[in-house]
């Protein structure tokens, strides 16, 4: 039998000379790895190259543009940005300042799905006719999608790191609030170190095996639970009470036998409301 540290996390398969270090929270979310009196040393597991790159390599792009995600979602939640929707029934349009996005380059803001109409004539951009031939895309969807992908799998590698968790197949249910930054989550969930400034995590282990955590960097937050067998008691009852807290939430649901998986997939399209 291999031995779980001799194991890849991403694929389950045995590791061999082609392997390199693969960070528990990624590099670009905590400027490195600090060893800081009073904070988190995340560290790293050993992973196949081939796998840990799959996720920051230019086909997927799912870590290199995380910390643009996170900025993204801060940009898109700001309660003063203009939000137009009176030319068109069926599209709103965010109107967004380009001091806001000043971090982010032409090809980034196309890998989001934006569009640059500073230099459209006013007359012409109230024009349903003109809306009309814009590709529609919901603005949240790719960088809650990427955040998420990002954030759970960096606990599922703190779990395993830390507590050798790996289940025979991943079952994992998980949330986004954009909350209150000042709420004190020591006192509900228990005390625990940054792994940087703005970025923290709690966890926890249910009776059974569940893995629970939730991470919050400022006012963003994803909550993650990680079911060890079949029995999903816990992912319901972490919906539940969720939901009875903050009406209308969406509760999303990945299950697959590898972590690669989570590239490109869509938490949005994948529902555990029912």
Known sequence: ????????????????ENVNHDHVVQKQLIKGQPKKKGFEYG????AHKSCNSKF??????VESFGTKALELLRVLNDESIHRINKYD????????????????SKSDLEFFS????????????????????????NPFEKPINI????????????????????????????????????????KILGMTKPFDTNLKLWHGEYNNGDR?????????QVWILFAKGNDLKNMYDLRDVLQKQWPGIGLYYFEADTLI????????NHSLNN
Not at 43 to 46: K, P, T, V
Not at 56 to 61: E, P, V
Not at 212 to 220: H, I, L, S, V, W
Request: hydrophobic share 40%; net charge positive.
């Open 89 to 104: 029934p069926e599209a709103e349009i965010f109107a967004i300042s380009e001091d806001s996005l000043k971090n982010f």
């Open 261 to 268: 998986k989570l590239i490109d997939y869509d938490w949005s």
């Open 1 to 16: 039998m291999v031995g779980i540290t001799r194991i890849c996390f991403l694929c389950g398969k045995p590791l061999d």
């Open 114 to 137: 934006f569009h640059d109409l500073r230099k459209i004539d006013y007359e012409k951009l109230r024009s349903p006719k003109y809306l009309k031939h814009l590709a529609k895309t």
């Open 43 to 46: 560290g790293y597991n050993l």
């Open 212 to 220: 629970f955590a939730a991470y919050k960097q400022e006012k963003f």
């Open 147 to 186: 955040a998420i992908t990002v954030l759970v799998k960096s606990a599922a590698a703190y779990f395993f790191s830390r507590f050798g968790f790996f289940p025979e197949r991943w079952r994992i249910v998980t949330t986004t609030l954009w909350g209150d930054s000042s709420i004190d989550y020591d």
């Open 56 to 61: 920051g390599d230019k086909s997927s792009r």
